[in-house]
């Protein structure tokens, strides 16, 4: 058993590495991490481990660290068996974290039955409008993508799509769904045959961040710089310099 007085604080634990990570400073945060994954092991503390492992899993995919990537999601595997946590939100968040990083890597298939799972706890245990399902959707696609299921895949998007009209305040986040879809026409019918629905795509994709338009807003500046290259690709080179704008800008005001 654990004992409460030696169990880890997560919360200050993450916005002390969120702090180090808006620095960009990438070593730095996987020594804190691999220092607490130490700690907690030692304290017995399991269910600030599988926090650890979660964001261990994040930043060895950002750094593109497959070997330590992969590892951490076994042990945040293992640790949802151990804690009885596989049916639970929780879990099924766990299940996309793993499920991303293999996509990241290039085995979409290892992904499918990871994000399978998590779309059936999700359904059961969240309110159909929120906004969690839409990222997985979204996530869920992608993969689907890369094994050429388009046809699931585009119901995934409208999936996420939905949900997230239903939620004005996270809705910005449909100019995403709109890019990935642009990718996923041009990777199913090639750039040439899918140029008019790409056009129309990008065009929904503008409207959204145009019509959700924020000065201060730090989420509108991440979502602008996530979407900006998307629109180069595609030669909207001055909406991508106008976008990445946008953000330097909400940047320098907070």
Known sequence: MNNFENNININNLIAELDNILSRNDYSSARDFLEKWVKIAKNRNDNKALFSLCNECIGLYRKIGDKGN????????????????????VTGATGFIN??????????????????EKAVYLYEALLPENDPKLAGLYNNFALSLVDLKDFEKAFELYEKAIRVLDRNPQFNLEQAVSYLNMANA????????DACEEIDFLLDKAQWVLDEKYSETDGNYAFVCEKCASTFGYYGRFLYEKELKERARAIYERT
């Open 185 to 192: 026409v041009e990777a199913q019918k090639g750039l040439e």
């Open 69 to 88: 990537c992969y590892k951490y999601c076994q042990k945040a595997l293992n640790l949802l068996s151990a804690l009885n946590m596989e049916s639970t």
């Open 98 to 115: 793993c499920a991303t990083a293999y996509k990241a890597f290039g085995e979409a298939e290892k992904s499918i039955p990871l994000f």
